[in-house]
Nanobody
Framework: QEKLVESGGGLVQAGGSLRLSCTASGRTFSSATMGWFRQAPGKEREFVAA????????YYASSAKGRFTISRDNAKNTVYLQMNSLKPDDTAVYYC?????????????????????WGQGTLVTVSS
């Protein structure tokens, strides 16, 4: 069974950092584009960042650009999201996702349509 498991969420003060991890199991995701999405309370799920299977291309939401870095280690079937300079507005459940699209396509308004597998989410809370 294909599965994505996120970890690394928690409570952090504004200005702090967290690194989220997403480990895939059940099949190899080395050829998939991997992404991170988030959903804040009362809001729709939104795209954060994506990375192609080779790691050569990344794409970020404007809210994440310059503060977040997505990376992957295909040997470990793991994708990471390094989040720096966190703000209270970053508070959300963060979801890992795998799909068959370009990184930019995954970040498009209909990008969620390319997602084949979702993780269960990990909560990030940023206090002011």
């Amino acid at each position: 069974q294909e599965k994505l498991v996120e970890s690394g969420g928690g409570l952090v003060q504004a200005g702090g950092s967290l690194r989220l991890s997403c480990t895939a199991s059940g099949r190899t995701f080395s050829s998939a584009t991997m992404g991170w999405f988030r959903q804040a309370p009362g809001k729709e799920r939104e795209f954060v960042a994506a990375i192609t299977w080779s790691g050569g291309t990344t794409y970020y939401a404007s809210s994440a650009k310059g503060r977040f870095t997505i990376s992957r280690d295909n040997a470990k079937n793991t994708v990471y999201l390094q989040m720096n300079s966190l703000k209270p507005d970053d508070t959300a459940v963060y979801y890992c996702a795998a799909g068959r699209s370009t990184a930019q396509a995954m970040g498009a308004p209909i990008g969620h349509r390319y997602i084949e597998v979702w993780g269960q989410g990990t909560l990030v809370t940023v206090s002011s």
